[in-house]
């Protein structure tokens, strides 16, 4: 089975200023990331996801990613945020096929953006 | 955006009754999903659909029924709905598991008082 740990619940920064939210899995067969954000009031929308290749995602809105094995983390990262950003951000993992393909999501991450 | 539509949006309903939420999509996917999203629990599973009837549970289906008739509609009820169901459901679709991406409805906010 896996799990997702999302280690902040909240994230304040300031404008222009840089940002990680960080997520770690457990998993004990290989697995895809994602991350998703959630602006208020509205569904989730992909940011980004890992499936295989080079550990660096690049993925929406200038967001990046690093998939890093031996930690089990994938880090979710942008060298300056707007306000625009405030939202709430999921880690999220699957594993390859069956059942087990279904996402299992972090509990989020909620990032808020102050000028 | 995906074609995906929710429907109510918003519902208040009284405990011990039935309520069903119902999740449409033009988008022809095979998989259809529908989750609950709670304060400090993010999203969980309830069932999930990979095809005409076709369906599992997921992580917390208890007290949850669903159907799938038709490809694009996807039905979540609860037979007698309590408090601790109140919550914000959301429908997603997705062309597989795994690697594919899920593509979420707007949600329903669902009260039971």
């Known amino acids: 089975a896996q799990s997702v740990t999302q280690l902040d619940s909240q994230v304040p920064v300031f404008e222009e200023a840089p940002v990680e939210l960080r997520c770690n899995y457990s998993s004990s067969v290989s697995v895809y990331l994602f991350w998703y954000v959630q602006y208020p009031n509205q569904g989730l929308q992909l940011l980004l996801k890992y499936l295989s290749g080079s550990t660096l995602v690049k993925g929406i809105n200038g967001f990046e990613a690093e998939f890093n094995k031996s930690q089990t983390s994938f880090h979710l990262r942008k060298p300056s945020v707007h306000i625009s950003d405030t939202a709430e951000y999921f880690c999220?993992?699957?594993?390859?096929?069956?059942?087990?393909?279904?996402?299992?999501f972090g509990k989020g991450t909620k990032l808020s953006v102050k000028p | 955006d995906a074609g995906i539509t929710q429907s109510p949006r918003h519902k208040v309903t009284e405990t011990g009754t039935p309520v069903t939420l119902r999740c449409h999509q033009t988008e022809n996917h095979r998989y259809m999903y529908w989750y609950r999203q709670d304060p400090g629990h993010g999203l969980r599973l309830i069932h999930y659909s990979y095809g005409v009837k076709d369906t599992d549970k997921g992580e917390v289906s208890d007290g949850y029924s669903v159907s799938r008739s038709k490809t694009e509609d996807f039905l979540l009820t609860l037979e007698s709905a309590t408090s601790s169901q109140t919550s914000v459901y959301f429908c997603a679709i997705s062309d597989g598991q795994g690697q594919e991406t899920q593509y979420f409805g707007p949600g329903t906010r669902l009260l039971v008082l």
């Open positions: 999220a993992v699957a594993s390859y096929g069956g059942s087990q393909g279904n996402l299992i």
